[in-house]
């Protein structure tokens, strides 16, 4: 089993829909998750950042995290075209000297006009 | 305002040849990265630098040596490039300064690497 897994898509939708996006993982040791947003050839951006269980809410976007199932969410409400994009689930740990995140294989995503 | 920038954007070569990327950040950020994503997406950690030490150093075939001249660079030279090394390289940073802190990482614009 994968450490991290994540749908690939790709995922179509139209503009103003609710979008979810979901990551499950296997490392109970991961304490942070992330949502990164990357652009067709463009580098990763830092979309969203939690630390615990519950939900973390930033405008559109709602990051939810449930430790207990190993499950984190990403949704996004009244999704727009601009949202179009890969989307990538992280997580890690801090402590010692393993810096690394891992990374889910990315969610592509299109929202239609 | 680059916070993490990377030279060349693009890099064709042939099969063989030996090629550099590098990396600067000005965020003043401790730790440093060099990630691998393949035509699938899938973006995976190839080496880690903290305060120019390394300290993580994945699967990685021999022919790849990072070099971090200073905390603020680090350089990634392939040498004997094969078809397989075609992808795209990120670098990343971050400012964890010890244990206990968090991990978010800012990533450059990649280098997309064909090789022929």
């Known amino acids: 089993q994968k450490e991290v897994e994540q749908d690939p898509g790709p995922l179509s939708v139209p503009e103003g829909a609710i979008v979810s996006l979901n990551c499950t993982y296997s490392n109970s040791a991961f304490q942070y998750f992330m949502w990164y947003r990357q652009y067709s050839r463009k580098g990763p951006e830092l979309l969203m950042y939690?630390?615990?269980?519950g939900n973390k809410e930033d405008g559109r976007f709602t990051a939810q995290v449930d430790k207990s199932s190993k499950y984190i969410s990403l949704f996004i409400r009244d999704s727009q075209p601009s949202d179009s994009a890969t989307y990538l689930c992280a997580m890690g740990y801090s402590g010692g000297s393993n810096y690394k995140l891992t990374f889910g294989k990315g969610t592509l995503l299109t929202v239609n006009p | 305002d680059t916070a993490v920038s990377q030279t060349p954007k693009y890099l064709v070569t042939q099969m063989g040849n030996d090629k550099s990327i590098k990396c600067e950040q000005n965020l003043g950020h401790d730790t440093m990265y060099w990630y691998k994503q393949d035509s699938k997406k899938f973006l995976k950690i190839m080496f880690s630098?903290?305060?120019?030490?390394?300290?993580i150093n994945e699967t990685v075939p021999n022919r790849f040596s990072p070099k971090s001249p200073d905390k603020a660079h680090l350089n990634l030279h392939i040498n004997s490039l094969e078809l397989g090394d075609s992808a795209v390289y990120f670098c990343?940073?971050?400012?964890?300064?010890?244990?206990?802190?968090?991990?978010?990482?800012?990533f450059g614009p990649g280098t997309r690497l064909t090789v022929l």
């Open positions: 939690t630390y615990s269980s």
């Open positions: 990343a940073s971050s400012p964890l300064s010890g244990s206990g802190s968090t991990d978010t990482q800012y």
């Open positions: 630098y903290n305060n120019k030490e390394l300290i």
